[in-house]
């Protein structure tokens, strides 16, 4: 399975939910309209922690990754977050079972 995928957490600033939030949903736009390559990109909040935020992404390769960092939604986003972020853990992940959506298993 050649999928590139990560997980991301976001701890936000206090009173920076909102705002993040809506920096998301205009990247996750971009996303949709211009990254074939990018295959799952969801947005969650956590439960009993307001303050967080948690990104799962699986891209169809390295290639789709990279493309992704370079749109310009991508860069807007990554240069305002660090308005709204207080901390930034990521985790890269290497797939080896599970269920995938169709596109994810090509």
Known sequence: MANFALFVRFTLRKGMENAFDALVKETEAGIRAHEPGTLVYACHTVEGAPNERIFFEIY???????EHERQ???????????????????????????????????
């Open 60 to 66: 169809a390769d390295r290639a789709a990754f990279d």
């Open 72 to 106: 310009p939604h991508t860069l807007r986003f990554l240069s305002e977050r660090t308005r709204y972020v207080e901390k930034t853990d990521v985790d890269w992940l290497e797939p080896y079972a599970g269920k995938y959506p169709r596109e994810a298993t090509k």
